[in-house]
């Protein structure tokens, strides 16, 4: 495909959307899928060609629209009206009253405080949000290479390969200060600078990968690939221009089935069009992608264990004194970004570095390090009413997220702590909220950013319960090369189930601290040196509750079941039975009408009893 056939494209797309009155996007992300916006995209489409009105609506399956809490989700353009929570035997009034007679369906709305928001722009969950890597989320069909050359797709590609020298690329990136958004915060530029200088002295021939093996909660890459994977595929071309690679690969763990059957799906009509391949816009550039699926190890997310991974081997780690920039995939130079990364890459391109300096904080003119430039993808999870996927400037406040975008917590429930950026990642009180978006000011808080996955947590978490079961997932996730990662996280584990218990003793928090320097200062790899973060974290801002468990034997949220007994409140029972029906253990008796009583030493403490009560008649001791 030459540039003129791209411009045609373009413009026929953009010429044909306009003959119709209203385009309703149809949310089909993975949480809307689950909930049965396929279904709907079906059945829409048949209520417009039952009213014979396909030539004035058009329906389009669009990407994770990040609401994901009010799925599934319709928005109808150019209006921008929301519809939440919408069902089959919604579409028919989203038709008929909205469509033709121009009246919202009400009921469907977004409501705040009881008011109801119709315009997307103006619910705050979207009001805070600046999209530049999900920048195309509500505007096109992922599995449709028009829909992604009709918004200017793959222009910027042309631009930079007819009309820039490679060192020209990697230098705007550096001055645009971009950071790699995996989680380390690696100046994206001076990872592609260090690759060319590695070329040149070793002669061999680099690679580009893309690393889409995401374990975190929130999946932000996945939604990525699922939205708008021609971004990335565009973005990839970029950065293999400006390091003068031809071959890339993208490394997708197998439990993504959608990001992978639609980035497949994107490779091969990018190939058809002859937008990957040889010679592409008739230049002397070549490049191809392939599609590497991984068997879904944590660990193979880091770096040299994703290149081991990527060679078929299992997914181990490597010193890090040889730099994958160096010697990496096939022992080649490799370039290695994240999804976000390298979506970010064409918008950056096409308005310049200054542009994206701009967006975010610091002064990166002299030192690309020195700043947090652009913007980050966040999942905000938990105890939030607004759960869901957003893109916000780096330099917004954890506070504004949860609050401002997230909604804040239900009635009733207190903001504790909030746990940032994954398994590795770290614990934050709520009065560290007003901490913004930083790669460097929350590593000092002993939180960092990572991935960027957040998970509000109320007042009923347990800190030794949650670093409990951090640990634990990172034991067995562990690959068990080096000895501190292999051997602390179980020293670890043991500790703190004994504190859980209430069999902890004094000495036991030092040496849970002694063990964390440790792996952080001796393991091989970044998951090995990060497995304690969540830990370290949690105990310098929540020591007291470690220390209630071990000295009084008691857990203050309710939560570690060898700590707590489960008791019917005579006064407000009132021999309803539903207790008894749901008890698994058949441990709850009484008379009909009258109060009942718990065995005790039947209780498996379970929960469920007071889950069910209606009358607030079983407390936790």
Same mark, same amino acid.
């Given at each position: 495909?030459?540039?003129?056939?791209?411009?045609?494209?373009?413009?026929?797309?953009?010429?044909?959307?306009?003959?119709?009155?209203?385009?309703?996007?149809?949310?089909?992300?993975?949480?809307?899928?689950?909930?049965?916006?396929?279904?709907?995209?079906?059945?829409?489409?048949?209520?417009?060609?039952?009213?014979?009105?396909?030539?004035?609506?058009?329906?389009?399956?669009?990407?994770?629209?990040?609401?994901?809490?009010?799925?599934?989700?319709?928005?109808?353009?150019?209006?921008?009206?929301?519809?939440?929570?919408?069902?089959?035997?919604?579409?028919?009034?989203?038709?008929?009253?909205?469509?033709?007679?121009?009246?919202?369906?009400?009921?469907?709305?977004?409501?705040?405080?009881?008011?109801?928001?119709?315009?997307?722009?103006?619910?705050?969950?979207?009001?805070?949000?600046?999209?530049?890597?999900?920048?195309?989320?509500?505007?096109?069909?992922?599995?449709?290479?028009?829909?992604?050359?009709?918004?200017?797709?793959?222009?910027?590609?042309?631009?930079?390969?007819?009309?820039?020298?490679?060192?020209?690329?990697?230098?705007?990136?550096?001055?645009?200060?971009?950071? @790699?958004?995996?989680?380390?915060?690696?100046?994206?530029?001076?990872?592609?600078?260090?690759?060319?200088?590695?070329?040149?002295?070793?002669?061999?021939?680099?690679?580009?990968?893309?690393?889409?093996?995401?374990?975190?909660?929130?999946?932000?890459?996945?939604?990525?690939?699922?939205?708008?994977?021609?971004?990335?595929?565009?973005?990839?071309?970029?950065?293999?221009?400006?390091?003068?690679?031809?071959?890339?690969?993208?490394?997708?763990?197998?439990?993504?089935?959608?990001?992978?059957?639609?980035?497949?799906?994107?490779?091969?009509?990018?190939?058809?069009?002859?937008?990957?391949?040889?010679?592409?816009?008739?230049?002397?550039?070549?490049?191809?992608?392939?599609?590497?699926?991984?068997? @879904?190890?944590?660990?193979?997310?880091?770096?040299?264990?994703?290149?081991?991974?990527?060679?078929?081997?299992?997914?181990?780690?490597?010193?890090?004194?040889?730099?994958?920039?160096?010697?990496?995939?096939?022992?080649?130079?490799?370039?290695?970004?994240?999804?976000?990364?390298?979506?970010?890459?064409?918008?950056?391109?096409?308005?310049?570095?200054?542009?994206?300096?701009?967006?975010?904080?610091?002064?990166?003119?002299?030192?690309?390090?020195?700043?947090?430039?652009?913007?980050?993808? !966040?999942?905000?999870? +938990?105890?939030?009413?607004?759960?869901?996927?957003?893109?916000?400037?780096?330099?917004?406040?954890?506070?504004?997220?949860?609050?401002?975008?997230?909604? +804040?917590?239900?009635?009733?429930?207190?903001?504790?702590?909030?746990?940032? @950026?994954?398994?590795?990642?770290?614990?934050?009180?709520?009065?560290?909220?007003?901490?913004?978006?930083?790669?460097?000011?929350?590593?000092?808080?002993?939180?960092?950013?990572?991935?960027?996955?957040?998970?509000?947590?109320?007042?009923?978490?347990?800190?030794?319960?949650?670093?409990?079961?951090?640990?634990?997932?990172?034991?067995?996730?562990?690959? @068990?090369?080096?000895?501190?990662?292999?051997?602390?996280?179980?020293?670890?584990?043991?500790?703190?189930?004994?504190?859980?218990?209430?069999?902890?003793?004094?000495?036991?928090?030092?040496?849970?601290?002694?063990?964390?320097?440790?792996?952080?200062?001796?393991?091989?790899?970044?998951?090995?040196?990060?497995?304690?973060?969540?830990?370290?974290?949690?105990?310098?801002?929540?020591?007291?509750?470690?220390?209630?468990?071990?000295?009084?034997?008691?857990?203050?949220?309710?939560?570690?079941?060898?700590?707590?007994?489960?008791?019917?409140?005579?006064?407000?029972?009132?021999?309803?039975?539903?207790?008894?029906?749901?008890?698994?253990?058949?441990?709850?008796?009484?008379?009909?009408?009258?109060?009942?009583?718990?065995?005790?030493?039947?209780?498996?403490?379970?929960?469920?009893?007071?889950?069910?009560?209606?009358?607030?008649? !079983?407390?936790?001791?």
């Amino acid at each position: 495909m030459n540039i003129e056939e791209l411009r045609k494209t373009r413009d026929e797309i953009g010429k044909r959307r306009e003959r119709y009155d209203a385009i309703l996007m149809v949310c089909t992300g993975t949480t809307c899928q689950a909930r049965g916006s396929l279904a709907l995209v079906d059945r829409l489409e048949n209520e417009l060609i039952k009213r014979d009105l396909t030539d004035r609506f058009l329906v389009v399956p669009t990407g994770c629209l990040g609401l994901c809490s009010e799925g599934p989700l319709i928005l109808v353009q150019p209006e921008g009206i929301l519809y939440t929570g919408v069902s089959e035997d919604d579409l028919a009034d989203i038709v008929k009253q909205h469509l033709l007679q121009n009246n919202f369906v009400d009921r469907l709305l977004y409501r705040l405080e009881g008011k109801a928001i119709a315009n997307m722009k103006e619910i705050p969950f979207y009001a805070g949000q600046q999209l530049l890597s999900l920048r195309h989320r509500s505007t096109l069909n992922p599995e449709k290479i028009d829909d992604y050359i009709g918004a200017n797709g793959y222009q910027t590609c042309y631009e930079v390969i007819t009309g820039m020298e490679p060192t020209e690329v990697v230098d705007t990136v550096v001055r645009s200060g971009l950071r @790699g958004r995996g989680g380390g915060g690696y100046p994206t530029g001076l990872k592609w600078r260090a690759c060319r200088e590695a070329v040149e002295k070793t002669g061999n021939h680099p690679v580009v990968v893309c690393n889409a093996d995401e374990g975190d909660p929130g999946f932000m890459d996945q939604a990525i690939l699922a939205a708008d994977p021609h971004s990335v595929i565009e973005g990839m071309m970029i950065e293999a221009f400006a390091v003068g690679a031809k071959e890339g690969y993208v490394f997708v763990r197998k439990e993504h089935p959608l990001a992978l059957r639609r980035l497949s799906k994107a490779i091969e009509q990018a190939r058809r069009k002859k937008l990957l391949g040889v010679a592409i816009f008739g230049t002397d550039f070549s490049f191809d992608i392939n599609v590497h699926r991984g068997a @879904g190890a944590y660990v193979s997310g880091e770096s040299s264990a994703l290149m081991q991974a990527l060679t078929g081997r299992p997914g181990e780690p490597e010193a890090k004194y040889v730099h994958t920039t160096e010697r990496g995939f096939r022992n080649m130079p490799t370039v290695l970004n994240n999804v976000e990364t390298i979506a970010l890459l064409p918008a950056i391109l096409e308005k310049g570095p200054v542009w994206f300096s701009s967006i975010g904080t610091g002064d990166v003119s002299k030192d690309p390090w020195n700043g947090n430039t652009g913007t980050k993808l !966040v999942s905000l999870t +938990g105890a939030v009413k607004n759960a869901g996927l957003l893109e916000v400037p780096m330099g917004t406040t954890l506070r504004e997220i949860v609050f401002d975008l997230g909604g +804040g917590l239900p009635e009733g429930s207190e903001l504790k702590a909030v746990q940032l @950026g994954g398994p590795t990642g770290g614990i934050l009180p709520e009065s560290q909220l007003d901490l913004p978006l930083e790669f460097d000011a929350l590593s000092e808080a002993d939180c960092p950013l990572g991935s960027g996955s957040m998970i509000a947590l109320d007042e009923t978490t347990c800190m030794v319960q949650l670093a409990k079961f951090m640990v634990g997932f990172l034991k067995e996730e562990s690959c @068990g090369k080096c000895t501190p990662c292999r051997e602390g996280l179980v020293a670890m584990d043991v500790l703190l189930r004994k504190i859980a218990s209430g069999e902890g003793e004094k000495g036991d928090l030092d040496l849970i601290t002694e063990y964390g320097q440790t792996m952080t200062e001796a393991s091989l790899c970044d998951l090995g040196r990060s497995a304690a973060t969540p830990v370290v974290s949690t105990l310098r801002y929540f020591r007291d509750e470690f220390e209630i468990h071990i000295k009084d034997g008691k857990c203050s949220a309710g939560k570690c079941r060898d700590l707590i007994s489960y008791n019917i409140i005579a006064d407000n029972c009132t021999g309803c039975t539903v207790c008894v029906e749901a008890c698994p253990e058949n441990v709850i008796s009484g008379e009909p009408g009258k109060p009942h009583v718990i065995d005790q030493d039947g209780c498996t403490r379970c929960g469920i009893c007071r889950e069910v009560c209606r009358f607030d008649a !079983v407390e936790v001791r």
